[in-house]
C-alpha cells in the first residue's frame, strides 16, 4: 500500500489524482494521511476519492506511526508549515523536525521505501527555502534500513507570482516589480509534477530506490524578466522588472509592501540561488517520464496567462 502524506496540498493532491486519473493503483490500494478529524471537509475531499483515509500530526508521532501501519511506501510531500524555518532555525527546529517524525514513523510502522519531494535547487543551496530540504536528505542519507528516494521538484508554474515579487495577479497595480536577482528557470507545471511523481512512487521500487531525481521541465527556460513581459502583454500594460540587491529588496517589501519580517527575510535569500542560476536544470528525467506517457510539459506563459486572464 502508498500511503500520502501531504496529499490535500498542491504536490500531494496533484500526484493522488494522477495516480488514480492514469490507474497506475487502484484507490483502495493508496492511505491519505490528514491532521483534520473524520467528517471535515478535507477528510471528506479525499475519501470521495476512494482512497483510505487517516488521522496523522506532524506534532504527534504515534499518530502517523498508526497510520502509517500496513503501507509499504510513502510519498512524504515537505511540512508546509514555513514559519519554522524563519529567523534561521537552528538544526532540528525548522520543517525538518516535522520530517524526522513521518521518517521516523515510517520506519516504526514498516515501510519500506520513503520518496520524499525536495526542491530543483543545489544541494548545498544559497536559498534559505532549502535548509530544511537539505538537512532531511541528509537524515535520510544516513539511513540503512529503509529505502530512499529524493525528489527534488521543479520549481511551479503555478508558483510564478511568488518569485515574481509577491506578486498578486488579481488585482496587483504595480509597474514597477522589485526583486533580488534573476536568471533563467527550469518551470513546472503542479500536474505534470503530479504525473511524473505518480510514475515514480507507483514504479517497482528497486528502479528509484537510492536515486535523487530532479523533475524540471528542461525543454524551456524563462527569466522572471520575460515573465514581466508576459503580465505586461496579457494586462495590457507594462510591468517591469527591477532587479536590486537583496538588502533593498527586505527593506522595500518590509518596510513599503509590509509584509512580515521574517518571511521577507527568510525568502530573499531564494534571490541568490537564482542569480547563481541554481534552478537552471539540465537532467531531462522529468521529460522521459512525461514522454514515457505521451505527454508533453505545460509552458510556464500558458499558466501566466491563464492566472491572469481567469480574474
Not at 488521522?55 to 504527534?60: E, K, P, T, Y
Not at 502517523?64 to 519554522?84: H, N, W, Y
Request: proline share 4%.
Amino acid at each position: 500500500m502508498l500511503a500520502i502524506i501531504g496529499a490535500s496540498g498542491k504536490i500531494g493532491g496533484a500526484t493522488l489524482s494522477a495516480i488514480l486519473a492514469e490507474k497506475l493503483l487502484p484507490a483502495d490500494g493508496i492511505l491519505c494521511t490528514t491532521s483534520a478529524q473524520s467528517g471535515d471537509s478535507k477528510w471528506r475531499t479525499l475519501s470521495e476519492k476512494g482512497v483510505q483515509v487517516r488521522h496523522a500530526s506532524f506534532d504527534n508521532q504515534s499518530s502517523m506511526e498508526e497510520a502509517l501501519t500496513g503501507c509499504d511506501k510513502l510519498f512524504l510531500v515537505s511540512s508546509p508549515r514555513i514559519q519554522m524555518d524563519f529567523y534561521d532555525a537552528p538544526p532540528g527546529k525548522g520543517r525538518e523536525k516535522d520530517h524526522y517524525v513521518a521518517i521516523e514513523a515510517a520506519r516504526k510502522a514498516g515501510v519500506k521505501h520513503i520518496y520524499y519531494t525536495s526542491l530543483a535547487f543545489r544541494n548545498p543551496s544559497k536559498s534559505n527555502v532549502m535548509t530544511a530540504h537539505e538537512r532531511t536528505e541528509e537524515y535520510l542519507s544516513k539511513l540503512t534500513d529503509i529505502k530512499i528516494t529524493i525528489i527534488r521538484e521543479g520549481l511551479y508554474n503555478e508558483s510564478w507570482p511568488l518569485y515574481f515579487g509577491h506578486y498578486d495577479p488579481k488585482g496587483d497595480d504595480r509597474s514597477v516589480v522589485l526583486v533580488a536577482g534573476d536568471s533563467p528557470i527550469s518551470w513546472t507545471s503542479i500536474p505534470d509534477l503530479g504525473l511524473a511523481n505518480a510514475i515514480v512512487v507507483t514504479a517497482n521500487s528497486e528502479e528509484y530506490a537510492g536515486k535523487t531525481l530532479y523533475l524540471s521541465n528542461t525543454r524551456s527556460s524563462t527569466t522572471l524578466k520575460e515573465i514581466a513581459d508576459i503580465v505586461s502583454r496579457v494586462k495590457g500594460n507594462k510591468v517591469e522588472l527591477q532587479v536590486v540587491d537583496r538588502t533593498e529588496h527586505e527593506e522595500h517589501y518590509i518596510q513599503e509592501r509590509n509584509m512580515d519580517e521574517g518571511n521577507v527575510r527568510w525568502w530573499a535569500k531564494t534571490y541568490d540561488a537564482i542569480r547563481d542560476e541554481e534552478c537552471l536544470i539540465k537532467e531531462d528525467a522529468f521529460e522521459q517520464l512525461l514522454n514515457s506517457i505521451g505527454r508533453t510539459p505545460k509552458p510556464i506563459d500558458e499558466t501566466v496567462k491563464e492566472m491572469i486572464s481567469s480574474v
